[in-house]
């Protein structure tokens, strides 16, 4: 039988050196040391707020192959945590408080003193939340109420919920994410509403940013099931209105972004550092990334009032949208609105093959695009 030969990457620091006090250890936080030439693989260990640290059992008094757990149960050292092991290695999901260096201050360790530390690994929840996500009873009820979840998290204003799941669809998150979500659930309550699809409540968005993720996301308005309305002004700013034509109108005060600049002040100085100055030192560019999401979920706790002025308002409101017949194109063969159909010599054309100007929207609003 083949053996190996593992190097520890460093070792445990706190104050236990019984092993008989698993519970105290893991609710006392522990340091962990690494050597000096394994320091390089912290970087941006920060992104990880859950790790996975194997250790070894150094005190282990053999490798038992059964034994009693603590609640009497027999079981195989395979179906439990004892530290009774054929191979004494341990493994533990920490919390990460404080990264220094070659230092790592954690919570839930429950290794004792001086342990050799094996690994260090970034927790992976991929299949819990794959099993999660895949339960019959909990997809039954979104299967008949899809925004179930997200109603109510607007009602209990868990605005950190909504960031981290609407981070999901935006790709990032940023402080324009953050005002989207503040604005939109502030409005959603204060109308006391949700959306359902069928145009009974509509956003109209005065920008296409990441504020209107935030909108779009937590209202429940997109443009797929056209309760999402385009007003091309270039402010961060949004209506919601009722089918009756009741709505609240919110738009960012001109020193919302110096508010948010002064509470976050570090990272407007990394900002210059590593994007104005493009110092992309890894030790740099990490404290950035750091300091971006601290600012981007602070933005969540900053009070309304001094980002936004809202005001109610009497909104006039467009008709529900038309259902459009399909008609294919004579030339490309491609299926077109009816309603976008330009007609050529009695031949029903898309504005492609027709060669006629367009509207698209891009990060500069929406403008006509000719052929040439």
Same mark, same amino acid.
């Given at each position: 039988?083949?053996?190996?030969?593992?190097?520890?990457?460093?070792?445990?620091?706190?104050?236990?050196?019984?092993? #008989?006090?698993?519970?105290?250890?893991?609710? /006392?936080?522990?340091?962990? =040391?690494?050597?000096?030439?394994?320091?390089?693989?912290?970087?941006?260990?920060?992104?990880?707020?859950?790790?996975?640290?194997?250790?070894?059992?150094?005190?282990?008094?053999?490798?038992?192959?059964?034994?009693?757990?603590?609640?009497?149960?027999?079981?195989?050292?395979?179906? !439990?945590?004892?530290?009774?092991?054929?191979?004494?290695? #341990?493994?533990?999901?920490?919390?990460?408080? @404080?990264?220094?260096?070659?230092? =790592?201050? @954690?919570?839930? &360790?429950?290794?004792?003193?001086?342990?050799?530390?094996?690994?260090?690994?970034?927790?992976?929840?991929?299949?819990?939340?794959?099993?999660?996500?895949?339960?019959?009873?909990?997809?039954?009820? &979104?299967?008949?109420?899809?925004?179930?979840?997200?109603? $109510?998290?607007?009602?209990?204003?868990?605005?950190?919920? =909504?960031?981290?799941?609407?981070?999901?669809?935006?790709?990032?998150?940023?402080?324009?994410?953050?005002? #989207?979500?503040?604005?939109?659930?502030?409005?959603?309550?204060?109308?006391?509403?949700?959306?359902?699809?069928?145009?009974?409540?509509?956003?109209?968005?005065?920008?296409?940013?990441?504020?209107?993720?935030?909108?779009?996301?937590?209202? #429940?308005?997109?443009?797929?099931?056209?309760?999402?309305?385009?007003?091309?002004?270039?402010?961060?700013?949004?209506? =919601?209105?009722?089918?009756?034509? $009741?709505?609240?109108?919110?738009?960012?005060?001109?020193?919302?972004?110096?508010?948010?600049?002064?509470?976050?002040?570090?990272?407007?100085?990394?900002?210059?550092?590593? @994007?104005?100055?493009?110092?992309?030192?890894?030790?740099?560019?990490?404290?950035?990334?750091?300091?971006?999401?601290?600012?981007?979920?602070?933005?969540?706790? &900053?009070?309304?009032?001094?980002?936004?002025?809202?005001?109610?308002?009497?909104?006039?409101?467009?008709?529900?949208?038309?259902?459009?017949? /399909?008609?294919?194109?004579?030339?490309?063969?491609?299926?077109?609105?009816?309603?976008?159909?330009?007609?050529?010599?009695?031949?029903?054309?898309?504005?492609?093959?027709?060669?006629?100007?367009? !509207?698209?929207?891009?990060?500069?609003?929406?403008?006509?695009?000719?052929?040439?």
């Amino acid at each position: 039988m083949e053996t190996y030969q593992i190097e520890p990457v460093g070792y445990v620091v706190n104050d236990f050196d019984d092993p #008989g006090h698993r519970n105290k250890i893991k609710e /006392s936080p522990s340091t962990i =040391l690494l050597y000096d030439r394994f320091t390089e693989g912290l970087l941006n260990i920060e992104a990880c707020a859950f790790l996975d640290i194997v250790y070894y059992l150094h005190k282990s008094e053999g490798g038992q192959m059964s034994g009693r757990t603590p609640s009497g149960d027999v079981r195989g050292a395979f179906a !439990s945590r004892s530290p009774a092991r054929p191979n004494p290695i #341990g493994i533990t999901t920490v919390k990460l408080l @404080v990264h220094d260096h070659n230092k =790592l201050l @954690v919570k839930g &360790l429950d290794a004792i003193n001086g342990s050799p530390v094996i690994d260090i690994k970034c927790c992976d929840t991929s299949l819990f939340a794959a099993e999660m996500d895949s339960d019959p009873v909990h997809n039954s009820i &979104l299967k008949s109420d899809p925004r179930i979840e997200i109603r $109510n998290h607007i009602a209990g204003n868990r605005t950190e919920i =909504l960031m981290l799941k609407a981070g999901q669809m935006h790709g990032h998150f940023c402080p324009g994410l953050a005002m #989207g979500i503040m604005a939109a659930t502030w409005a959603m309550n204060e109308l006391s509403t949700d959306s359902d699809g069928m145009e009974d409540l509509l956003s109209i968005t005065e920008t296409n940013n990441c504020f209107s993720d935030g909108v779009q996301f937590v209202t #429940g308005c997109s443009f797929g099931n056209n309760a999402l309305i385009f007003k091309d002004t270039g402010k961060t700013a949004f209506t =919601l209105a009722k089918r009756d034509g $009741n709505g609240i109108r919110i738009c960012s005060k001109p020193g919302s972004r110096k508010v948010i600049q002064e509470a976050f002040p570090d990272y407007q100085r990394l900002f210059e550092t590593v @994007v104005a100055e493009q110092d992309h030192d890894p030790a740099l560019v990490a404290e950035y990334k750091k300091s971006s999401l601290e600012r981007a979920f602070g933005t969540l706790s &900053l009070p309304l009032d001094k980002l936004f002025r809202m005001n109610r308002i009497q909104v006039d409101i467009p008709a529900y949208a038309p259902v459009h017949e /399909s008609i294919v194109c004579s030339v490309c063969g491609e299926s077109v609105m009816d309603s976008r159909i330009v007609c050529q010599e009695n031949r029903p054309l898309c504005a492609d093959c027709a060669k006629t100007p367009y !509207s698209i929207l891009t990060g500069d609003g929406i403008r006509i695009l000719s052929h040439t």
